[in-house]
């Protein structure tokens, strides 16, 4: 699909909304995520991946969040926000005064509504759908990992991954509301929120999310 239709798609199915944890920044999301991903495929004419882009889930909120009241940790420095879904923690970094902003997602519509949020929100970032994962990437400071550890395989990888960034010096928050892969060794906990979310994605009207540093462990 085009950059039009990937717009198209994505007005479709979701609406601008201040996320609950980060009112100022309204990105697009979906009212109800079933209903999001059937007008998704409506749009496309053919079946999709479920569109986590239009959920601002709590490990982007959270994240964000947390740069934007802690500016120093972003300001100035290059960003990675991996895995990045609807964009939102990357366009707080790029609000927070990153030097340069960079979203990972492997879905194409990821990266299509990410450029959309980061216009609405006045700022810039720049989308890959490649993985990054393992690669040492040197020309990023700050890497930010909102809501990555939802399956054993993908999330053993990408810890290690993290673990590697932060030994060579890169500065690693990985925010989790306690999924059951997220890992649990040489970590610093640098806030936790209460972030609200509905029952149908978390089966639970509150999710307390910890915003973990990644400690150096060589
Ligand atoms: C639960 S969503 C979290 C999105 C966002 N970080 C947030 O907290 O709102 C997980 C996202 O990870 C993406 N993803 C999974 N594996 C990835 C990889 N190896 N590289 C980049 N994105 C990946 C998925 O496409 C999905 O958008």
Redesign the pocket.
């Known amino acids: 699909m085009g950059r039009g239709a990937d717009d198209e798609l994505i007005r479709a199915a979701t609406r601008p909304e201040a996320p609950p944890l980060v009112p100022e920044l309204p990105v697009r999301l979906a009212a109800d995520v079933i209903e999001a991903w059937a007008a998704a495929e409506r749009v496309a004419g053919r079946r999709l991946?479920?569109p986590?882009?239009a959920?601002?889930?709590?490990?982007?909120?959270?994240?964000a969040r947390h740069v934007l009241d802690h500016r120093h940790l972003v300001a100035g420095r290059r960003v990675l926000?991996?895995?990045?879904?609807?964009?939102?923690?990357a366009i707080a970094a790029a609000v927070a005064g990153a030097a340069r902003v960079l979203a990972?997602?492997?879905?194409p519509l990821?990266a299509a509504a990410q450029r959309l949020n980061a216009a609405a929100c006045g700022v810039e970032v720049e989308a890959t759908?490649?993985?990054?994962?393992g690669l040492p990437l040197e020309e990023v400071d700050v890497v930010?990992?909102?809501?990555?550890c939802?399956?054993r395989g993908?999330s053993a990888?990408?810890a290690a991954w993290l673990r590697d960034l932060a030994a060579r010096g890169a500065t690693v928050l990985l925010?989790d509301p306690g999924r059951t892969f997220a890992p649990t060794e040489d970590l610093e906990a640098l806030a936790t929120y209460v972030v609200p979310t509905s029952r149908a994605l978390e089966r639970r009207e509150r999710t307390p999310t910890t915003v973990w540093r990644v400690l150096p462990v060589t």
């Open positions: 991946p479920p986590y882009w959920v601002a889930w709590p490990g982007s909120q959270a994240l926000d991996f895995a990045a879904g609807s964009g939102l923690a990972s997602d492997l879905d990821a759908t490649d993985d990054l994962v930010l990992a909102g809501d990555v939802y399956e993908p990888r990408i925010a």
